[in-house]
């Protein structure tokens, strides 16, 4: 017989509510709490791989989420004066698949099947601190006890601190606004329409991601000592500058724009006796794979996997859980924060390192892999349904 209680989840973004729909439907009582007054979702679109797409068969709403999402053939990286210098093929064969997805409609999903599930989102719901008997503690004074709790309140979680379990957090260099707007003809060549491209120039980057029929997410990436670069309202006389071959894409910027720094997160452990700590609370990494939010969600899966199966204590099966799971998150956020070293590379070493980067072979795997291509650990056995 499988193992089930009751799990006090904080934070309701992609780690959180996977949490929650994966232990309701393994039996679970579940309980969310968000400290905004309603569930929102961060940033504009998002890149899922083949790890995020298994994962949402295995919660069952695979079809509602990737509903109207875009499906791309290729990832390709562009020079400053609009070269190829890379291109890596998805979504072919048995290749590596990969759709873009607006974050509102994901959220939507995970929210549906939670509630669906039998979970209970409580929202304006603000923990402080947690202890590792399962305890948590409110902003309003009340406590709540779980035979689970899930840490999974974002990179600047207080759950984390309280605990003391930070082994390494550092604050990259760059960041990016991210801004969705409608998709139309003549922002790139009609051949590039359909494909995902990050185009390099100079320190910046512009990423294009095309994220449904109507909608495009573009992301612009900078130094943090940039000031004009990560301007909000967006400068678009700068980002004209840098990408002049851009110009009618980047004056089509209007909209809800939002900035945000990138990090790097290690802990010493993922969990303190009942207590689990996931998604950027316990690993954030820099986007340059697209996948924290992939990361988050297949470790929620996992996490819920690991506790409902039999034996050992509470403690023991969170340790089981991390030593499954840890190695391959660690590799991909490793993987992540070198790619962000090509930044401060001048053009012409970068170009070269990248167009040596497109031819090889074992280079090509290894990124493959960072960007998990398909699910490992308990998240696979849990996405296979065994
Ligand atoms: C520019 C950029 C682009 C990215 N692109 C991609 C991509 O393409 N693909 C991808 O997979 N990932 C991407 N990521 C990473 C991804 O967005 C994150 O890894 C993911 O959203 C983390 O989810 P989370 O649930 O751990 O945290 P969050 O999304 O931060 O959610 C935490 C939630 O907890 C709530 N909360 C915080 N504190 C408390 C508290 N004390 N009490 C109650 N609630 C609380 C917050 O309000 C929030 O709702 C990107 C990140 C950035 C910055």
Known sequence: M??????????????????????????????????????????????????????????????????????????????????TVEAIPINGGDGPRLCTIVRERLIGALVGAAEKAGAEIVTGSTAVSARPDGTVTFQDGSSARGDLVVAADGVNSRLRDGLGLVKRRVRMKQGATRVLIPRQAG?????????YIEYFSGSRRVLYTPSSAGELYIALVCDLADDRGRAIPIDKATWRESFPHLRELIDALDGEARWDAFEFMELTSWSAGRVAVLGDAAHA???????????????????????TRRGGSPADRLRAWEAVERPVIQHTQRFSRRLGTLNALPEAPRT?????????????????????TSPTGYAATAASGS
């Not at 922002?187 to 329409?193: G, I, K, L, N, R």
């Not at 996948?291 to 506790?307: E, P, R, S, T």
């Not at 070269?352 to 998990?372: E, K």
Request: hydrophobic fraction near 45%.
């Open 285 to 307: 990494q820099p986007p340059y794979l697209g996948q924290g939010g992939g990361c988050a969600m297949m470790n929620a899966l996992g996490l819920a996997h690991a506790v």
């Open 2 to 83: 499988a193992t089930t209680g009751h799990a006090e989840i904080v934070g309701a973004g992609l780690g959180g509510l996977t949490a929650a729909v994966a232990l309701a439907q393994r039996g679970w009582s579940v309980r969310v709490h968000e400290r905004d007054d309603e569930i929102r979702a961060i940033g504009a679109g998002i890149w899922i791989w083949s790890n995020g797409l298994k994962v949402f068969q295995s919660l069952g709403i695979h079809d509602e989420a990737v509903e109207g999402a875009h499906i791309g053939t290729v990832t390709e990286t562009r020079d400053a004066r609009n070269r």
């Open 187 to 195: 922002f790139v060549a009609p051949e590039d329409e359909p494909k």
């Open 352 to 372: 070269a390192v990248m167009s040596l980067m497109g031819r090889s072979r074992g280079l090509a795997r290894s990124r493959l892999r960072a960007a998990m």
